[in-house]
């Protein structure tokens, strides 16, 4: 997840460039071990810099292409390898069984679709292309998914951090606010899709209620 923020992405960016970059869109694309790793802001802040001269833009969109696109096959192949015994799988430090189901349940809702949907929420976008592959989606319907998914967020995120850099003077002022933006607008649609559920609902207001002391129970 984005846990990463202006002057620490754009460190990470500099000192590990187009091949750290690529190792990170692959990793949080397709492999259990991403799903913390910084995906939106990452690719926003790589296209500002870009517009800064930072990185060769054209370079960048290649390789954040690549490794998405990428990275969602290894994704569908481990999916396809291990198929429903994930499901049996013990939590451990990078895995959550709660992950999984709520990727099922979205990926469930939206059949494929969910492919090109899941890239812009974060987790999400790194169980739908193993579960994908764990109910054998047909892997040419899969990369056609696969590829419009990853032009939309790899390229599109990068191409409005270099066009915003580009059109707006001084942004780097305004980094901070407009990364901070973008991980609060792709937290909106897991939420959502958190409360239509009328067990997360309550379990919700459960919760609510045990820290308002019981008198906040009725207000979700």
Do not use: C
Request: aromatic letters at 14%; hydrophobic letters at 50%; zero cysteines.
């Amino acid at each position: 997840m984005d846990f990463l923020f202006g002057s620490q992405l754009e460190l990470l960016i500099t000192s590990t460039g187009l091949a750290g970059l690529f190792l990170i869109v692959f990793a949080e694309s397709g492999l259990l071990i991403g799903f913390f790793l910084p995906g939106d802001s990452l690719l926003f802040t790589a296209g500002f810099l870009a517009s800064q001269g930072y990185l060769n833009i054209a370079a960048l969109m290649a390789v954040t292409f690549a490794g998405a696109v990428l990275g969602d096959s290894v994704g569908y192949s481990f999916g396809k390898k291990v198929g429903p015994k994930i499901f049996k799988r013990d939590d451990s430090l990078l895995f959550n069984k709660a992950h999984l189901l709520r990727a099922k349940a979205f990926y469930e809702r939206y059949g494929g679709t969910a492919i090109i949907l899941a890239r812009f929420i974060p987790v999400i976008r790194t169980f739908a292309p193993i579960l994908a592959g764990v109910g054998e989606m047909r892997y040419p319907v899969f990369l056609f998914y696969n590829v419009v998914g990853g032009t939309f967020w790899a390229v599109g995120l990068t191409a409005l951090g270099y066009w915003l850099g580009r059109l707006i003077p001084d942004i780097d002022k305004y980094l901070l606010p407009i990364i901070f933006l973008i991980i609060l607008i792709s937290f909106i649609p897991p939420l959502a899709h958190f409360l239509r559920s009328k067990e997360d609902r309550e379990r919700l207001r459960r919760l609510f209620g045990k820290l308002m002391g019981g008198k906040g129970a009725g207000l979700i």
